[in-house]
């Protein structure tokens, strides 16, 4: 152990030395304190980029300091804590119990949530997951004095049973056993319930709250999170590098932007607009991070005033020198221990500022409302702009599907080759993982590959691990959603392929659904409506069977950012927000036989004007497929297809044919031209 000691001080002070020689303003201690930032940042993100990082801790390195620091940074990444515990559930719980007790709580609410609401939340930020096991990306926890319970959506119903110890964490559906039911239910009159204001949107506090009041009981805020107060080991925040998104792929310029932002936000009489969300942020000021998996997103918040300027409020030692100067005058950069100076600063000034309750804590709204604040409650002012994509990024999505589905022909073409018994699912998403990475532009994964074969294919979310690993068989349908990060575009594609001779069952099924997908794909809809105005198209044919799904139709996608992006959505959730030209959304009907097997197909649609429709009294919208990968012939019951709907495909697979087969070598190209010939 000394000798251990020895070494590793010999190697700090060279590292020091090195340092001091390269101009670095980092000694050891800071320069530890920066890696172990980097390494709780996702490897696929800019901490993955050595330039990038290294760069921030030492701007002209030489080739002996990045050999340093790249060896200190592996070491740090291997003492990494893991978060998930399985075999440490009951402990965590009587951990946290302990310290509500001694705090005077009878109760405590775990969300899977971060400060900034968002679905993308960091290693540090992820107490669900480490208090629970549960892996998904949606859910709550509450922990009573003697019982405790979990709560996810239709997606995770399946998962949750099989990753949460249940005699501990009582499984309930959120839409049929909301939490809030639960705690009016199960609260002992008196008993004070705790949660953290920084985990929770203003709505949920006030749910939470009335359920408390009805037990008798009152919901408390706790100005620190007790959790993190029995969380030992837990990872330091992500210090991914911060980079800017260059405009060939952007589109427009930041101050475009701002400018733009700006003038809006006069138009609705705001002095101001705090922003939570940092796909708005990356959005607005074109860069782009790493400190979430499979998102390109630098944490932080800003307010941009009505004049187009912006507060931005992220640490410092994250953003690169290039960053810097692209942000421009019109941007200062600000420590994020500042945020809440600013916000009652906005307060003392009497601002009317614009807040997005659905995506703002209730923390950020009460320090607004304390100083002095009036708040307008409204969307987030780039989400609309954000999600109705310019030329440019429309035009770099249909490259980024163009490049991708090269790689999707070449992963299913290897997977018909190979026989039966002889793939697990690993090692099929590990073969598609490796034929992505070849294409130009990539970045990463936009979203953990659900590679499902038999029965994992029906829990929606799946995520193959070594425990639950198993070989394509027989018999099988294989379910594969996937999706990849392009610096001009976003994918996602789901393709279900029959192992083997599917059966009458599947194919009716499968069939089912790719009626809806084509019923959707091929919609004509006035100009305002809405998504979850067009649901019921995507259902109907399952639905005349008695079948239906338990999740949403359709999503919105990001540009070079979320592979969930709202404001749009198409589900049977009701959404006012109107189907725009320019907005992406996914086509994902699907249908599970829990058991057994699961059944998805999903393409990316862009929303276009109609303007070829002779005779249209008004403005008319429609789909564009963006998606290019043959759908599994073996699986369609012809016999359940109209004329149209035999058409549909068979021009579908026209267009793939063409897009596709120049890009393929020989073997894959006598693959394609089969899986994209004409119906029987």
């Known amino acids: 152990m000394a000798l251990h000691a020895q070494a590793a001080s010999a190697r700090h002070s060279r590292l020091a030395t090195l340092l001091r020689e390269a101009g670095s303003a980092y000694d050891v201690a800071a320069a530890l304190e920066m890696i172990a930032g980097l390494a709780a940042s996702p490897e696929t993100g800019t901490a993955g980029d050595d330039h990038c990082w290294i760069s921030l801790i030492a701007p002209e390195p030489t080739p002996e300091v990045t050999a340093a620091l790249r060896s200190l940074k592996r070491e740090v990444a291997a003492t990494m804590p893991t978060v998930r515990d399985p075999h440490a559930v009951e402990a965590r719980l009587s951990s946290l ?72 964490f009582e499984p309930h559906h959120i839409t049929d056993s909301p939490p809030h039911d639960w705690l009016a239910a199960e609260l002992l009159k008196g008993a004070i319930i705790g949660f953290d204001p920084w985990l929770h949107t203003e709505a949920e506090v006030a749910r939470l709250g009335t359920a408390c009041d009805r037990a008798g009981g009152t919901l408390q805020p706790c100005i620190d999170n007790p959790l993190d107060a029995v969380w030992t080991n837990r990872p330091p925040p992500p210090l991914a590098p911060v980079v800017p998104h260059a405009l060939e792929y ?43 998996p499979h998102t390109p997103l630098a944490l932080s918040f800003a307010v941009i005033r009505d004049d187009g300027s912006v507060e931005l409020f992220i640490d410092r030692r994250k953003v690169c020198a290039d960053t810097l100067s692209h942000l421009s005058n019109g941007v200062s950069v600000c420590p994020p221990d500042r945020f809440d100076l600013a916000l009652h600063a906005l307060g003392e000034a009497s601002s009317r500022v614009l807040v997005d309750p659905a995506v703002t804590a209730q923390a950020i709204m009460e320090s607004l409302t304390s100083a002095g604040a009036t708040l307008l409650r409204g969307q987030d002012p780039c989400a609309l702009p954000k999600a109705r994509k310019n030329a440019i990024e429309i035009r770099g999505a249909r490259a980024a599907h163009q490049r991708d589905s090269v790689a999707i022909c070449r992963f299913l073409a290897w997977l018909a080759r190979m026989a039966a018994g002889n793939v697990t699912e690993m090692q099929a998403e590990e073969t598609l993982l490796a034929y992505r990475a070849e294409i130009p532009l990539f970045r990463d994964v936009s979203f953990p590959t659900i590679s499902g074969s038999g029965p994992n294919g029906a829990i929606v979310h799946y995520r193959s691990t070594p425990e639950t690993n198993r070989l394509l068989q027989n018999g099988d349908l294989y379910l594969v959603d996937s999706g ?65 799904f338990d999740h949403g139709t359709g999503h919105g996608i990001g540009s070079y950012l979320g592979v969930h992006e709202g404001p749009q959505r198409i589900s049977k959730a009701p959404n006012t927000v109107a189907l725009d030209p320019g907005m992406i959304v996914s086509n994902e009907p699907g249908y599970y036989r829990a058991g057994a097997w699961g059944i998805r197909t999903e393409n990316l649609l862009l929303v276009t004007s109609c303007e ?69």
């Open 97 to 168: 119990r302990a310290e509500l007790d001694r705090r005077g709580l009878d109760g405590f609410i775990v969300p899977r949530a971060d400060q900034h609401q968002s679905e993308y939340v960091p290693l540090n930020a992820q107490r669900l997951l480490w208090l629970t096991g549960f892996t998904g990306s949606a859910g709550v926890a509450i922990v009573l004095r003697d019982k405790a319970a979990i709560f996810v959506d239709g997606r995770y119903t399946l998962q949750v049973s099989s990753q949460v110890p249940v005699a501990l």
């Open 250 to 292: 952007a589109g427009r310029t930041a101050s475009e932007k701002r400018a733009d932002i700006g003038g809006r936000l006069r138009e609705q009489g705001c002095h101001a607009a705090v922003l939570s969300a940092p796909d708005s942020i990356a959005w607005l000021l074109n860069i782009r991070g790493g400190d979430v």
């Open 484 to 548: 990849a990060q392009f610096l001009d575009g976003t994918t996602d594609i789901t393709r279900t392929v029959a192992i083997g001779t599917p059966s009458a069952e599947q194919r009716e099924a499968f069939t089912r659904v790719l009626k809806g997908h084509i019923a959707l794909a091929t919609a004509r809809f006035p100009q305002g409506t809405s998504g979850s105005q067009l649901d019921a198209l995507a259902r109907l044919h399952l639905w005349q069977a008695g079948m239906d």
């Open 612 to 680: 070829a429709l002779a005779g249209a009294e008004r403005q008319m919208l429609s789909f564009e497929t963006l998606t290019l990968a043959p759908i599994d012939r073996a699986l369609i019951d012809t016999g359940l297809l109209t004329v149209a709907e035999r058409d549909w495909i068979d021009a579908y697979h026209a267009r793939v044919q063409k897009s596709v087969m120049g890009a393929l070598d020989e073997a894959d190209q006598t693959w394609l031209a089969t899986a994209t010939a004409p119906l029987p």
